[in-house]
């Protein structure tokens, strides 16, 4: 399978004219709307629990076309089941990845347990890989136990170990992350989409570092692709959020047993990554061009002593990152030379990113893991994870590349 990226860019066609580019897809939608209610410019909040009918027979019209599958139109019954802001943005977000339906969540590990416990049932089995976000790889192995699911952790980039460790007739799921959090290694996705064609088994990829903009899963044949929300695709540290994407039927499945586990977002929260997403182009593109240009002088520091990056030729999958993704991302990885004491008093140096966790936003945020993400675990623990203390991610905000270029330098040179 080939792949072009550029068809990111509105050069594909379909059915006869050219696709919109992610940016005017963040803003407009597969489809512009032009009869919002009340000619607002913004899709509305639609701030109610409920909703109400015109009489029995519009009840009774209603529910008939509800159960029996052909749509109920464009009108919503209860909020836990669907609230009109949330289904816009949910059809942006779809449109966005190149997929048929998404579903909402309250939070980036509320769309994960969910979609998996959709998925998956006593006796089923899981393959993931080891480079997996922390949270994931918790869930699948401790938490998805309990309820009798198995889980084979197999090591990042071992083709071969995946598709040994498919169990056939029993293995249903094979949950991947491109590019992985923290060391942004990116998986091969036209191979794990074949591997889990040929052996039966569905492929879900959490695309969070990514960003629709910098690579969209679907169209390597991979099943559903997620999002931690809360990170790029709101982009202002504002709010919490999750998404699947993929087939229409199969989200029709997960959005049933979001209706029954509860796990809804709010209105307002909605309406304001449906803001944050008008911004996603040109947010991630400046956070593409400030990680590249800091992780190229990262490289050449003497006070670092390595750099993950998919940009970077040094990269262990950088020709698989150039082959699928059409920029790499704002997220860079690095080793300080020293120990945890000389890497927090770096940190300290700097004036413009903020010590925090999570990603993604307009402002740069900063952390050493063995201190936050990681500060449980033992030394020893942390190492067997691939967590050293002197290990810090960076994620870009849209400051000046400049600015921070500078900062990072007289950061360094204060040790």
Aim: with cysteine.
């Amino acid at each position: 399978m080939t792949h072009d990226p550029k068809t990111h860019n509105g050069t594909a066609t379909d059915a006869g004219h050219p696709t919109r580019g992610a940016s005017t897809t963040a803003v407009h939608g597969k489809d512009a709307r032009r009869d919002e209610p009340y000619h607002a410019l913004t899709t509305p909040i639609l701030q109610s629990a409920t909703f109400t009918f015109r009489d029995s027979d519009d009840v009774a019209d209603y529910m008939a076309r509800k159960y029996r599958g052909d749509g109920a139109g464009e009108r919503e019954e209860y909020g836990r089941y669907g609230n009109p802001t949330v289904v816009e943005v949910e059809r942006k977000l779809a449109a966005l990845d190149g997929g048929e339906a998404a579903v909402l969540y309250p939070s980036g590990m509320a769309a994960v347990s969910s979609a998996l416990l959709t998925m998956l049932s006593p006796g089923a089995h899981v393959v993931i890989g080891d480079d997996i976000y922390r949270h994931t790889y918790e869930f699948c192995t401790t938490f998805l136990k309990r309820f009798g699911v198995e889980t084979t952790v197999v090591p990042m980039g071992d083709y071969d170990a995946l598709e040994a460790a498919i169990i056939p007739r029993k293995t249903r799921l094979i949950v991947s992350e491109s590019p992985t959090n923290p060391y942004g290694r990116v998986v091969d996705l036209v191979r794990l989409a074949e591997i889990g064609k040929r052996q039966r088994v569905r492929t879900f990829v959490d695309s969070t570092f990514a960003t629709p903009v910098n690579q969209r899963p679907l169209e390597f044949g991979i099943d559903f692709v997620m999002h931690s929300a809360t990170k790029f695709l709101a982009g202002h540290n504002d709010l919490l959020a999750g998404v699947v994407i993929g087939r229409a039927d199969r989200m029709a499945a997960l959005r049933e047993s979001r209706g029954l586990l509860g796990g809804i977002v709010d209105p307002g929260a909605a309406y304001l990554l449906d803001r944050g997403l008008k911004t996603l182009g040109v947010r991630v593109r400046q956070q593409n061009e400030s990680a590249l240009a800091l992780a190229r002088f990262l490289e050449g520091h003497p006070a670092i002593e390595r750099v993950w990056y998919p940009g970077l030729e040094s990269h262990p999958e950088h020709a698989i990152a150039r082959a699928q993704m059409s920029g790499f991302g704002g997220v860079v990885t690095f080793i300080v030379r020293g120990d945890r004491a000389r890497t927090s008093a770096f940190i300290d140096r700097l004036r413009i990113p903020y010590i925090a966790p999570s990603l993604g936003g307009v402002e740069s945020l900063i952390q050493q893991p063995a201190l936050m993400s990681h500060f449980d675990l033992t030394p020893e623990e942390r190492l067997a994870q691939g967590v050293p203390d002197n290990l810090v991610r960076f994620s870009t905000g849209i400051e000046d590349t400049a600015d921070l270029l500078a900062d990072f330098e007289q950061a360094l040179a204060g040790g």
